[in-house]
């Protein structure tokens, strides 16, 4: 069974960079049928998706977020990670690495998804 | 951005009523349409993908329908752990996906 793990600091100053890391076990990272994806939600808030990497490094942002977020690989400790630049209380949210199923005929779904961590971003 | 609309926001009803919940998308998006489930504190689950596919393990009072613009997602006969809030999610635009604003489902 695919699990995966979000971690990093649950408080960020403002101006500062938000760094998150997600763990996936029971599964390959490297496996060609999946995006990996960070998603967040503002509390009381919808989901927005803030963009996916592939194994090979390729990525994909949000446009709204585009010029602040940075999404990378490791695949040696099957894990990826975001970096959120400039951070300000609007970023304040629950973060969420989900994988992305995808398949030969375009489909693609969100269908394994951590539990989700609070990033909270505060002076 | 394509833009996901859904009805209503928010929804009261009983166990054992039919409920439907509709998504429009701002253009034609095919089939390429999710549906997820999510309860308080947790991550989202995913419900139906393609439009009308049953994720494994989902129960099969919830169904999906719809292409092109018009969506829906169905639960024929509701039991007290449906009681959640739904969302949409259009995975046409790859390169952009985009989820509805949610729909709240609360006991009457």
């Known amino acids: 069974q695919v699990q995966l793990q979000e971690s990093g600091p649950g408080l960020v100053k403002p101006s500062q960079t938000l760094s998150l890391t997600c763990t996936v076990s029971?599964?390959?990272?490297?496996?060609?049928?999946?995006?990996w994806s960070w998603i967040r939600q503002p509390p009381g808030k919808g989901l927005e998706w803030i963009g996916y990497i592939y194994y090979s490094g390729s990525t994909y942002y949000n446009p709204s977020l585009k010029s602040r977020v940075t999404i990378s690989v490791d695949t040696s400790k099957n894990q990826f990670s975001l970096k959120l630049s400039s951070v300000t209380a609007a970023d304040t949210a629950v973060y969420y690495c989900?994988?992305?199923?995808?398949?030969?005929?375009?489909?693609?779904?969100?269908?394994?998804w951590g539990q989700g961590t609070l990033v909270t971003v505060s002076s | 951005d394509i833009q996901m609309t859904q009805s209503p926001s928010s929804l009261s009803a009983s166990v054992g009523d039919r409920v439907t919940i509709t998504c429009r998308a701002s253009q034609s998006i095919s089939s390429y349409l999710n549906w997820y489930q999510q309860k308080p504190g947790k991550a989202p689950k995913l419900l139906i993908y393609a439009a009308s596919s049953l994720q494994s393990g989902v129960p099969s009072r919830f169904s999906g329908s719809g292409s092109g613009t018009d969506f829906t997602l169905t639960i024929s006969s509701l039991q007290p752990e449906d009681f959640a809030t739904y969302y949409c999610?259009?995975?046409?635009?790859?390169?952009?996906?985009?989820f509805g604003q949610g729909t709240r489902l609360e006991i009457k």
């Open positions: 029971g599964g390959s990272i490297s496996s060609g049928d999946y995006y």
């Open positions: 989900a994988r992305e199923y995808t398949n030969d005929y375009g489909d693609s779904e969100f269908d394994y």
């Open positions: 999610q259009q995975s046409y635009s790859t390169l952009s996906i985009t």
